[in-house]
């Protein structure tokens, strides 16, 4: 195996070894920004600059200022000055794809980062590439069982379906992704973890995936103490390696962990570049770049790519430009709620504030109805409360009211699950059944 590897290895040097570099040499350093001249290159090709004659680092290009390229490295600014030289590659930046990443642990450029030998597969793809067209797009209309009620039930997920989960900080979003993981039917989880803590990733691997979810998952990390090229760099490395697995026939969920945290990066990546800072200081790369990112998701004859994707809501303002903008490119939205949260209840999904723009191609009308009205009665028992928590309804006077009231303890018992627990869909659409008869024998009792 080792031979291969070294035999792959060389194959890939031979042939960097062969094309023409130009090389240029290093002007200034500021910040995060690599500033070289002398080097004819182009948007989002890569460099080389060399900083000792046994150490390098490659960067990527990412704007121009005057008759200067702006590089930012794939690593540390550590050790790099003027006057270095700047070698252009001739190439975009490209990560190995292959069954070999089952089970492991990337860094934002693709390089193994879990402490196992280096990946050298015979196939390299480029990071940015277009989104299928609208004509190879295969409707969906097969659902994707999570193993969580809530969701299954009444906010279906379908194959090749971008759902986005929209939470404010400490509700419960990545203990609810890492229960997903667990219960999903899915062939391959990519999972992209961006801007999380070091610790964190950790526990997601020994304590929401464990040696059997991590058997078909690939990680693909790039922790908070990043450079934010990494950052910005880590989902459409994610997703390249999705489209890699989708490609061979599988069905695919990608997961990435926090959207929020990339736009940060591309903030900062922007304001460095001399963007114009539009709101909230996002860039407008920002806007154009995530379009992209998210239609590279979806269903096509060959596999699918569901996409789960966090939002980390600002200060809990659903309405936020990061928030806003997701929601209006994602099939769907699951909303979680910091009052549900400190209550106990978990999943904390605020069930009529979240919506499936598929639910009618994936569920069966019963299914629909059953969901109707669950959904019916959470709203009318809401607006309802306060009255009922005064003691000054009267029973009898709202009979929509009084049949909310007389169910909420059985739909409350559907919607709470405890992270370690997995719902089949058959017993989720089964209970379902249950909460209606539930609904309809005490009517009629009454």
Same mark, same amino acid.
């Given at each position: ?83 270095q ?11 190995? =794809? +292959?069954? *070999?990443? @089952?089970?492991?642990? #990337?860094?934002?450029?693709?390089? &193994? ?5 280096? %990946? ?16 190879e ?25 971008r ?7 400490? =509700? +419960?979003? *990545?203990? @609810?992704?890492?229960? #997903?993981?667990?219960?999903?039917? &899915? ?5 992209? %973890? ?14 929401v ?11 693909v ?23 890699y ?21 591309a903030?900062e ?5 001399g ?11 920002f ?38 903008t ?36 994936l ?10 009205a ?26 929509k009211?009084?049949?909310?009231i ?37 009517e009629?009792?009454?």
């Amino acid at each position: 195996m080792k031979r291969l590897l070294d035999l792959a290895r060389c194959q890939r040097l031979i042939q960097e070894g062969v094309r023409p570099h130009f090389r240029g040499s290093v002007s200034r350093v500021t910040g995060i920004l690599v500033e070289a001249r002398g080097i004819p290159v182009t948007l989002g090709s890569l460099c080389r600059i060399e900083i000792s004659p046994d150490q390098s680092v490659e960067a990527e290009v990412v704007g121009f200022r005057g008759g200067t390229t702006l590089l930012m490295p794939h690593g540390e600014l550590t050790g790099i000055g003027p006057e270095q030289s700047v070698y252009a590659l001739d190439r975009p930046f490209q990560v190995p =794809v +292959g069954p *070999s990443l @089952l089970g492991r642990m #990337v860094d934002g450029f693709g390089r &193994a980062n879990d402490g196992k030998p280096e %990946l050298f597969e015979k196939e390299w793809r480029g990071v940015h590439q277009s989104a299928p067209l609208p004509n190879e797009r295969v409707p969906i209309h097969e659902p994707l069982p999570t193993g969580v009620r809530a969701i299954d039930g009444l906010i279906p997920l379908g194959r090749g379906q971008r759902m986005g989960v929209f939470a404010g900080s400490g =509700v +419960g979003k *990545s203990t @609810l992704l890492g229960q #997903v993981t667990r219960g999903t039917e &899915a062939d391959v989880i990519v999972c992209c %973890l961006v801007g999380e803590r070091g610790r964190e990733v950790q526990d997601f691997v020994q304590d929401v995936l464990g040696p059997e979810g991590l058997a078909r998952t690939v990680l693909v990390v790039a922790t908070s103490d990043r450079p934010p090229i990494e950052r910005l760099t880590a989902p459409f490395t994610a997703v390249t390696l999705a489209e890699y697995f989708r490609d061979q026939g599988k069905n695919v969920l990608l997961l990435m962990d926090s959207v929020t945290r990339y736009a940060a990066a591309a903030r900062e990546v922007g304001l460095a570049v001399g963007e114009p800072p539009t709101v909230r200081g996002l860039p407008p790369s920002f806007f154009a770049s995530v379009p992209q990112l998210i239609e590279r998701m979806g269903r096509t004859s060959k596999g699918s790519i569901t996409g789960l994707i966090s939002v980390l809501v600002d200060g809990d303002d659903p309405n936020e430009p990061v928030a806003d903008t997701m929601r209006g490119l994602l099939d769907g939205h699951i909303h979680l709620n910091r009052d549900l949260a400190q209550a106990g209840h978990f999943p904390a999904i605020d069930v009529p504030a979240s919506l499936s723009r598929l639910a009618p191609n994936l569920s069966g009308p019963e299914q629909l109805a059953h969901a109707q009205a669950i959904r019916a009665d959470l709203v009318t028992y809401r607006e309802g409360k306060d009255l009922i928590e005064i003691g000054a309804y009267q029973p009898g006077s709202n009979p929509k009211l009084d049949r909310a009231i007389l169910r909420r303890p059985v739909i409350e018992a559907f919607l709470q699950q405890v992270p370690q627990e997995i719902t089949p869909l058959a017993e989720t659409r089964a209970m379902m059944q249950l909460v209606a008869q539930a609904g309809e024998s005490t009517e009629g009792a009454a």
